[in-house]
């Protein structure tokens, strides 16, 4: 939940600011959706339904990517770089992570024995899967590892139809894409009941947000800019924008678990569309330093929270034992989760949230950018060169 930094901007063709500043709120919201807590705030619908966000990570990947990589992948040669360089961008983080995931399973073999490591969905059949991205095509049983990667695992998979299309339907990507679209979603219909599927279905409900994100990129956006909004509209963008903002937050707090959550590749096509045109007060906002901070830091974000939380309740596990307080209840699924006290559930969402943003920082400056330079195809003029990742989509659920 990769596609390249957004690019589309009528100001700066080599960024989009705004759309930078949602992945990293949607990547937010994924960390306040698993946050290990049972307080009001994690209990309103809108965040219990957060794994509604991950579409929009799938539509903005299509989107930027087609706008990024147009007219770059007219051979084999360049098909190869292309995946090449969306590998640098993805798995150097995604390797980093399940390296820890892995430490923590053998710590436990070598201190509890065989019974206690790589039980259920952390086997060791589930990690050569996670291991080689193959997580989002049915080949494990839930999720386990480092939960938020499916959806990288989903990408990937995205990847290689993009570049295969681009290879083989030339001009006529705009109809193979829509063939995929679809197909993709006439079988995610007959084949889950709401869009809440990761590792079962994770790859189809990938390819119908990617292929919405091409499709509007190609349709919407054919020129590649958006047109400079006319003198004297900037407040009826700033009430568009504001509009779409409730249209979203009303959607995924209804939606849910239900059949309607299937059009959520649509809703944020809608909305990205709104945004791409960077026109009101509330995308002047998304581009102040702290929402930047954020889409700069996005991937990290939803990569490295599942380990911190898993970290955290080991840690009042241990704290439980020896001191016999109760900070955890048992949840219906089998998580723990911190309960109790408001200073104690909305402590730990804080120091979950601090945590997180230090840890995505650090991952960002000193595994993102170096590896994604030392890995990416001809470090030196190649097509993609000036093209920054953005992040792949984050996991939303951990349901299989």
């Known amino acids: 939940m990769a596609a390249e930094r957004p690019a589309l901007s009528n100001k700066n063709a080599s960024r989009f600011s705004v759309l930078d500043a949602w992945r990293g709120i949607s990547a937010l919201m994924v960390v306040f959706l698993h946050a290990p807590v049972a307080n009001a705030l994690v209990a309103t619908p809108f965040v219990r339904h957060g794994f509604l966000f991950v579409d929009f990570f799938f539509v903005l990947s299509g989107f930027v990517i087609a706008h990024a990589y147009q007219g770059r992948i007219g051979s084999g040669r360049g098909a190869i770089a292309f995946l090449q360089a969306r590998f640098a961008r993805v798995y150097p983080l995604h390797f980093l992570m399940l390296m820890l995931f892995l430490a923590y399973e053998l710590a436990l073999f070598a201190g509890r024995g065989a019974d206690a490591a790589f039980q ?118 700033t009430f568009a924008e504001v509009a779409i903002l409730a249209a979203v937050v ?23 569309y709104g945004f791409a045109h960077e026109a009101g007060a509330v995308s ?89 330079s030392w890995l990416r195809p001809g470090r030196r003029g190649s097509a993609t060169r000036s093209v920054e990742a953005i992040s792949p989509a984050p996991n939303a659920s951990r349901a299989g």
């Open 284 to 372: 002047r906002l998304l581009k102040t330093r702290v929402f930047q901070f954020l889409g700069l830091a996005s991937y990290s974000i939803y990569m490295v929270h599942a380990f911190i939380i898993s970290r955290m309740v080991n840690v009042a596990t241990v704290v439980e034992g020896r001191t016999g307080w109760h900070l955890m209840i048992l949840r219906d699924d089998g998580a723990k989760v911190f309960a109790g006290s408001p200073i104690l559930t909305y402590g730990v969402l804080i120091a979950l949230v601090a945590a997180t943003l230090v840890a995505s920082a650090l991952t960002w400056r000193f595994i993102e950018r170096p590896f994604q």
């Open 250 to 272: 009303s959607f995924v707090t209804s939606s849910g678990h239900t059949r309607l959550s299937l059009a959520a590749p649509f809703v944020f096509t809608f909305a990205i």
């Open 120 to 237: 259920g969905t952390n086997s060791v059949s589930a990690f050569f899967a996670n291991l080689f991205l193959l997580h989002a095509f049915g080949t494990v049983d839930g999720l386990g590892w480092n939960y938020p990667s499916w959806s990288i695992s989903a990408e990937f998979g995205a990847y290689l139809v993009f570049a295969a299309l681009t290879l083989v339907a030339g001009r006529r990507m705009v109809a193979a894409f829509a063939a995929v679209l679809a197909v993709s979603i006439v079988v995610l219909f007959l084949a889950v009941p709401n869009m809440d599927t990761t590792v079962s279905f994770g790859g189809l409900r990938c390819l119908v947000g990617f292929s919405c994100g091409v499709l509007l990129r190609r349709l919407a956006f054919p020129a590649g800019v958006a047109a400079p909004p006319a003198p004297g509209t900037r407040h009826l963008w």
